[in-house]
């Protein structure tokens, strides 16, 4: 990585953390300012006292001195605790900000971004590396050392700038003080240098094992996980699984723990040599009467406070440097884009809901793979109608629902609304269009009413009525606080468990709250056995009224009710017409699963 490069990150990092809570950064950098300067008023005042009292100086100016000394240091320690206090509060606005600006990268994305694979690793990776204590916090944290450190440097050399004056201290000696400090600076260079390498080696080791861990503790401590663990006897299993990974990460970290303090203690025997030849210099200074009691205080202190100032400065450059691999990676992340094109046309509001969509010749395959999961399909359906989408696994029913709600753009061909490319609206306004049930369809530990309305605020006299619609009046009845009745016990201890029909039935109300103009199902009920599916669809489909229905199912039977039924097989689309239409066509796709489905419920036993 060049030094423009190094630059870069860091500038970035500190406007980042200026964005995310600007209390925090100035709180911090003036604390860290002067906390740097608040042993320098001892030293120097100090050093005027002794002076002082050697000189037989008047009780007044002992006084003075004496009066500065304790009053700076007094006022300095109020202005540290202060900005301390402010520093702490800037520091819960930023990890608030923070968490915040990971859940919106993660809404920002593409659906194709959210669906990688590799994104998911990466904003994995980033967040167990955030939370061990690298990249932007790990960047705070050296922040902070780097302003204390430069301002010690500044003060250390402003009081020990007269000591190169001194005549009683050969000038052999003074060069050979500034060697040594050259040396030992060195020395830690390359301590700090070896010793970061091989801790970011260790911690780029662990990585994966600490991805797994997190996410087996997730696991094994989520009450929804218990039944499992207790009837299956997994606790020895689990318990030896994790014990695998933990034993892992402690041999990799005594073995660095073990270098890098070998490491240390060649650094640390340099300093003390060098601090050792400081006294002997200012001692013999000090015989031949060239320099006061109150300087030899002085230098001493100062001389021992450059020393580790310009130490902590090398190191932490150092490691600034290093941790710039880790906020790149963090960066990378937030630098992902978005290369949906949002469109500029606005969707026309139409009172009649008079909408026509048509897939022209579309064909599709998912980022970085070679193979097609729908290809040359061209489909027209428009208001009020009812589509079911029938096919095996893997024919490509849910990858046409994908492309019809906008998550993906075609390959090749076009989708037309109204006979307009979709890509051409507002990709917020079309997305409004669609009410859509997904198979993996997710409800939140929210209240009831919020999870229908997918929002904070909602109408509860709409809510409770889509509730009913969707066959949840029951139950709802039964809730103890009605709409306001928290869903799972994730952060609250009185809330309820719904079932798996109970929460697809909530997922329906949803559904019915938008009221958008087309109604999507993908296999929302695949749980459930075919009677209850198909009921479920037959209900729905009374309740859509006007709108236009799409069905996904891959049990048949819950499809007769539909206007149209389109049928996928590896890709492409088949066959398409009525259910009686297509029975007729025996030796051709539908009628085959048909009876295939059929046999299970017609041969006897």
Request: charged share 20%.
């Amino acid at each position: 990585m060049t030094i423009r490069e190094h630059c870069h990150i860091i500038s970035r990092s500190l406007r980042m953390l200026y964005r995310l809570s600007r209390r925090y950064v100035w709180a911090l950098t003036l604390g860290a300012a002067v906390t740097a300067l608040l042993p320098y008023v001892p030293i120097y005042f100090s050093a005027r006292l002794i002076d002082a009292l050697t000189s037989g100086a008047g009780i007044r100016t002992l006084a003075l001195y004496a009066g500065l000394t304790v009053g700076l240091t007094a006022l300095l320690t109020l202005c540290k605790a202060l900005l301390e206090a402010q520093t702490e509060r800037g520091k819960l606005e930023l990890d608030d900000a923070h968490e915040w600006q990971y859940a919106e990268k993660a809404m920002q994305l593409s659906y194709a971004s959210v669906e990688d694979r590799q994104t998911a690793l990466l904003a994995e990776r980033i967040y167990t590396e955030t939370r061990t204590g690298f990249n932007l916090f790990y960047f705070a944290g050296c922040l902070n050392r780097a302003v204390r450190c430069l301002v010690q440097v500044v003060a250390s050399v402003s009081l020990t700038v007269s000591f190169f004056a001194v005549q009683a201290i050969p000038l052999w000696a003074k060069l050979a003080f500034a060697g040594g400090v050259v040396l030992t600076l060195a020395v830690n260079m390359f301590v700090s240098k070896r010793s970061t390498q091989l801790n970011n080696a260790y911690a780029a080791g662990c990585t994966q094992s600490n991805i797994t861990l997190d996410r087996f503790f997730t696991y094994v401590s989520h009450y929804t996980t218990d039944k499992e663990i207790r009837l299956y006897g997994m606790t020895g299993p689990l318990s030896a699984f994790e014990r695998r990974f933990y034993d892992d990460i402690s041999a990799r970290e005594a073995k660095c723990t073990l270098q890098c303090s070998a490491l240390k203690l060649l650094s640390t025997g340099m300093e003390y040599l060098l601090r050792g030849g400081v006294y002997l210099l200012l001692i013999a200074g000090a015989l031949q009467g060239g320099l006061s009691v109150g300087s030899i205080a002085q230098y001493v202190s100062s001389v021992m406070l450059l020393l580790t100032a310009a130490v902590g400065l090398v190191r932490v450059t150092q490691i600034l440097a290093l941790n710039d691999t880790y906020t790149k990676r963090y960066f990378s992340y937030f630098d992902i884009p978005n290369p949906m094109y949002q469109g500029t046309l606005s969707v026309e509001k139409r009172d009649d809901n008079d909408y026509q969509i048509e897939f022209r010749d579309v064909s599709f395959r998912y980022p970085n793979t070679e193979t097609y999961a729908l290809r040359h399909v061209s489909l027209k359906f428009k208001i009020g109608e009812r589509l079911a989408v029938v096919g095996r696994n893997g024919s490509g029913k849910t990858t046409f629902i994908k492309l019809l709600c906008r998550l993906y753009d075609p390959t090749e061909g076009v989708i037309l609304l109204n006979g307009v490319d979709i890509r051409k609206y507002r990709y917020d306004e079309y997305l409004s269009l669609f009410s859509v049930v997904f198979q993996d369809f997710r409800l939140f530990a929210y209240s009831l009413g919020q999870n229908v309305a997918a929002g904070a605020n909602y109408d509860a006299t709409r809510a409770e009525t889509c509730l009913r619609e969707a066959g949840f009046a029951d139950r709802l009845s039964a809730m103890p606080k009605g709409l306001d009745t928290t869903l799972y016990q994730d952060y609250d201890p009185a809330g309820v468990e719904v079932s798996g029909g109970e929460a697809q039935k909530i997922a329906l109300a949803r559904a019915l709250y938008k009221n958008a103009p087309f109604i999507v199902l993908d296999e929302p009920t695949a749980a459930l056995d075919p009677v209850s599916e198909y009921e479920v669809y037959r209900k729905f489909s009374e309740i859509s009224g006007g709108k236009t229905a799409v069905y996904i199912s891959h049990r048949l039977a819950s499809c007769r009710f539909c206007d149209k039924i389109a049928v996928f097989d590896t890709g492409r689309l088949v066959q398409r017409g009525t259910h009686e239409a297509l029975l007729s066509q025996s030796a051709l796709p539908y009628a085959t699963l048909w009876h295939a489905q059929a046999q299970y419920y017609t041969d006897p036993l």
